[in-house]
Each structure stands twice: as C-alpha cells, then as structure tokens.
C-alpha cells in the first residue's frame, strides 16, 4: 500500500512540473504562503520580486526588480530600497520611475516620503525604525499604551520575530500604503516618547 501511494505522489509530482509553468507552479506556492519557495520557483523577475518583498526578504527582491526594465521595475527597486534604509539610492530609483512614467503620483509620493526620511535619518543621526544605522543601544518601552495588544488568541505573548511576521503578512502589496503606514506609526510612536505624560 505504502509503495502504490509513494507511485501516485511521483506521478502528482511530475504531472504537476508538466502541466504547470514554473510561474503557475510559483504563483500556487504563494497562495498557500510558502513565499521563499514560491520566489525560488517563479521565472517572472516582478512576481519573484513581489514574493521576495512579501517575505520581507528586501534586499533579494530589490536584485529581482532590477531585472525589470521598466517604471514599476524601478518603483519597486525603490521601494525595497526604503525598507532596507537606503534612502539616497531609493530617491534615484523613483526619479527613474517619474521619467519613465511623468506625473505618477505613487512614485512621487515615495519619493517625498524617502527624501523626509533621509532628511530626518540626517538630523538625528541615525534610522530609528530598525536601528540600522550606528546605534549602539536598542532599547524598548515597556510601557503599554491603550488598546496595544501583544498576546495571541491563546494568551501567549508574541516575539518580536513572531510579531514581525505577523506584521509583513498583513502588508498589503501597494508599498506606498505600507510606508505610509510605517512612517505615520513611527513619527506617532517617536510624538508618544517625547510628550511627558
């Protein structure tokens, strides 16, 4: 019984390499999650790319758009740009954009928000998102404000890994939004640090 089911795994197996494209075959793996094989497996140098930024995996998605050559290659390079904390590089990466494709209001946007952020990496000297820029101390509030919550379903409380992968799991796949979003939360979170109450 056992060696007739290992025969109709194969069988699956080499029907599903037949029949599917590697970017079919990818774009499966992706719908169940599996983002690092499904951006091992995809052909398509944008889906690996948006696998690989889904996976939070910036630096290999930002090789990926590089093989794109046109304005949402170059968007999208800028993008995985900001996440790694290279400003400088992300704000050529948009320019291009913009001159490929004038008047594209996400680059734009994009490209205000990593000029803001370049700027205030400058005067306070360092990133203060994920501390990597010369820090030399991270140290976190142990102060819960209202409504944060930290702990599954179950009651257990969450990493700070778990919590990261929990987070890039619910990005949304318009960086735009997500930097939004991250900036907003840490201009909030930096507004909260220095009001005395």
Known sequence: ???????????????WE????????????QTRGELQQ?????????RQGIAWYKAGEFARAEQAFARVANSEGEFNRGNCLVMQGKYEPA??????ALKLRPNWEDAQVNRDLAIARAKLVKKEGGEMGDQKLGADEIIFDKKKSEGQ????????????????A??????????????????AYQ??????AEDPQ
Do not use: C, H, I
């Open 1 to 15: 019984m056992k060696g007739l089911v290992a025969l109709a795994l194969v069988a699956t197996l080499a029907w």
């Open 38 to 46: 499904a951006a091992s497996t995809y052909r398509d140098p944008m």
């Open 18 to 29: 037949v029949w599917f494209t590697p970017d079919q075959q990818g774009q499966r793996l």
């Open 91 to 96: 704000v050529e990466r948009f320019d291009r």
């Open 187 to 192: 201009l909030t979170f930096e507004d909260t």
């Open 166 to 183: 929990l987070w890039l799991r619910r990005v949304q796949t318009k960086p735009a939004d997500f930097l939004k979003s991250k900036f």
């Open 149 to 164: 919550e930290t702990n599954t379903e179950s009651g257990e409380e969450l990493s700070d890994a778990s919590m990261q």
